[in-house]
């Protein structure tokens, strides 16, 4: 039947750790760009582009996951359906008529 699909909190904990980090990063870049050397300017450069770079490597690896759990679950609903064409068929009709009334109120 349906097998239930993870999900990967610490992967998304870690991008969004990541996307925060290059925020802050870029508004301290940006605060103290005027007040920095030519070395503190590289450097503080080289940091930025570290943290974007990594923030984008995990972002990449968490739509690669989202695209594979969704490919999963596309496959498990299509097998439940042919398993169980007519209650699929009971549930969208059940799913239409409740839409159908709702837009019907308005």
Known sequence: MMEKIPT???????????LKTVVHDAEAWLRNSGHL????????????????????EGLSEYQQTVVEKTKEAAKATDEYVHENPWKSVGLGAAVGVVIGMLIARR
């Open 8 to 18: 990967q909190t610490g992967t998304r904990d870690q991008l969004l750790s990541d």
């Open 37 to 56: 050397t030519g070395d503190e300017l590289k450097a503080a450069k080289a940091k930025f582009e570290q943290t974007l770079a990594s923030a984008k």
